[in-house]
């Protein structure tokens, strides 16, 4: 065991007995031999900080990097940029240490800014009032579902569509998994890339509590909202929508003006970095007649004894501030600093610079998605999309890998990972980030691609 490892030999033997495993390399035996052997970081002892450091950071420097701007991958995280005042913001320790709001006069400044993030939310999403933040946008859809029980008890089936994004669908049964009065159905993706909405009708009646889907889905399609939401409703059920990738909502007409009773969003794309998947933070929102039936809290503008405007926590009915049984959620707390970000984000932005964001989003990934038809790969999923797409490119899907090392670029997301139905499907996402000298060598990589397996016959 290495000197730098804090643990003692009893610590490690203690932890590898509450695991059940009889040694270390006994708890990583399922890790194939070869990636073992190359795993192993040769120390010299008694090595000095500096020493240290120039150590990783040669050994760091041997990794593949793939430039920020010849990524193509989306897929629930987005990459966008950011205004440097973002991050001085989050830098200033009133708010990288301020924790709950209890005590109102003291806490003015968080309070505000939560309050100023609900606002934005309730805007994008198109709905009378929005929470506090969620963890992330699962998470939220997966509260929605609950509160969607709340509202509606003795309904016992949610229709989920296989479209809507895998880590979403997975959160939504853990969450329901210990529930004996709530049953998931799936709702089969239509040849439109979009839920099948012949496969809706038939399942919809008086057992269904809600409707969820994505918007845009996991495939990048927009999908026909209020088509759904008047099936929903016309059955007495709810409906519920998710959107991984927020700045789309800047573009497309709002959930709650499309008639989605509980709307969430994921909000890493507004601030904050992709880095390895989040930190993320869920937007939330709803009508104000459901209002009490919500998850987490909420924050309200109020006048203080001498008539100057302040903000207060409005409504908390979460088990830490009342009795559990009418408590409408468990969550712990918001996710504050991520939900800080989005707020000076959308602020920086403003309305008409965040549609013009989208705008420029929507125009560089239809262009891509021509240039890539004409290059070989034509669109798999022929819908309406924002700036992510599926084409068929089943050669650029089986040696992703290696083109991600040898070209340099990440040209996408095989979606058969998570969709086998979509062996060939590469989901390719393109954002201001991405520059022209990267899109075009994205062409050029795709292209041959096409070409050789063309002379090949196919193979």
């Known amino acids: 065991?290495?000197?730098?490892?804090?643990?003692?030999?009893?610590?490690?033997?203690?932890?590898?007995?509450?695991?059940?495993?009889?040694?270390?390399?006994?708890?990583?035996?399922?890790?194939?031999?070869?990636?073992?052997?190359?795993?192993?970081?040769?120390?010299?002892?008694?090595?000095?900080?500096?020493?240290?450091?120039?150590?990783?950071?040669?050994?760091?420097?041997?990794?593949?990097?793939?430039?920020?701007?010849?990524?193509?991958?989306?897929?629930?995280?987005?990459?966008?940029l950011a205004p440097g005042v973002v991050n001085h913001v989050l830098l200033r320790s009133e708010f990288a240490t301020a924790y709950t709001p209890y005590q109102p006069?003291?806490?003015?400044?968080?309070?505000?800014?939560?309050?100023?993030?609900?606002?934005?939310?309730?805007?994008?999403?198109?709905?009378?009032?929005?929470?506090?933040?969620m963890y992330d946008g699962a998470s939220a859809a997966a509260e929605a579902v609950l509160m969607a029980r709340r509202l509606a008890p003795g309904r016992p089936e949610v229709l989920v569509s296989r479209a809507?994004?895998?880590?979403?669908?997975?959160?939504?049964?853990?969450?329901?998994?210990?529930?004996?009065?709530?049953?998931?159905?799936?709702?089969?993706?239509?040849?439109?890339?979009?839920?099948?909405?012949?496969?809706l009708a038939p399942l919809l009646g008086p057992a269904?509590?809600?409707?969820?889907?994505?918007?845009?889905?996991?495939?990048?399609?927009?999908?026909d909202l209020t088509a759904i939401a008047t099936a929903a409703h016309d059955a007495g059920a709810l409906v519920v929508s998710a959107t991984p990738e927020p700045l789309a909502l800047a573009q497309l007409r709002s959930p709650g003006g499309c008639g989605v009773d509980i709307a969430v969003a994921e909000g890493q794309g507004f601030g904050l970095p992709v880095s390895y998947?989040?930190?993320?933070?869920?937007?939330?929102?709803?009508?104000?007649?459901?209002?009490?039936?919500?998850?987490?809290?909420?924050?309200?503008?109020?006048?203080?004894?001498?008539?100057?405007?302040?903000?207060?926590?409005?409504?908390?009915?979460?088990?830490?501030?009342?009795?559990r049984q009418r408590a409408t959620s468990n969550i712990c707390t918001n996710q504050g600093l991520c939900a800080l970000a989005v707020t000076v984000y959308l602020s920086m932005l403003g309305r008409n610079g965040l549609r013009a964001l989208a705008d420029a989003n929507y125009r560089r990934a239809h262009a891509v998605a021509a240039r890539l038809e004409a290059a070989g790969a034509p669109l798999l999923v022929r819908s309406p999309f924002f700036n992510e797409f599926v084409v068929r490119a089943p050669a650029v899907v089986r040696s992703w890998d290696t083109i991600a090392e040898r070209e340099g670029l990440v040209p996408g997301f095989p979606i058969g990972r998570w969709l086998p139905e979509y062996a060939d499907g590469l989901l390719v996402c393109v954002t201001e980030v991405a520059s022209d000298a990267a899109i075009d060598r994205l062409v050029e990589v795709v292209a041959g691609t096409a070409g050789r397996v063309r002379a090949s016959g196919g193979r």
């Not at 192993?40 to 240290?52: C, F, Y």
């Open 1 to 80: 065991m290495s000197a730098y490892t804090p643990h003692t030999d009893d610590d490690v033997a203690a932890m590898l007995e509450a695991v059940g495993a009889p040694s270390l390399e006994a708890l990583v035996a399922h890790v194939p031999a070869a990636l073992r052997d190359h795993a192993r970081i040769d120390l010299a002892p008694g090595l000095t900080e500096p020493e240290l450091r120039r150590t990783m950071a040669a050994l760091a420097e041997r990794n593949t990097r793939v430039p920020d701007d010849a990524v193509f991958l989306g897929a629930g995280a987005y990459a966008h």
């Open 105 to 133: 006069e003291v806490s003015q400044g968080t309070l505000q800014a939560i309050f100023e993030f609900q606002t934005f939310g309730a805007l994008l999403l198109g709905l009378d009032v929005a929470n506090a933040s």
């Open 164 to 199: 809507l994004h895998p880590h979403y669908r997975d959160t939504i049964a853990t969450y329901v998994q210990g529930l004996v009065d709530v049953t998931l159905r799936e709702l089969p993706i239509g040849a439109d890339g979009r839920t099948d909405m012949a496969a």
């Open 208 to 223: 269904t509590l809600c409707v969820v889907v994505g918007y845009p889905n996991v495939l990048g399609a927009v999908e």
């Open 277 to 323: 998947g989040g930190p993320g933070v869920g937007l939330f929102a709803t009508r104000e007649a459901h209002v009490r039936a919500m998850p987490g809290r909420i924050v309200g503008e109020t006048l203080d004894a001498r008539g100057q405007r302040g903000y207060v926590l409005t409504l908390a009915t979460r088990e830490q501030h009342i009795r």
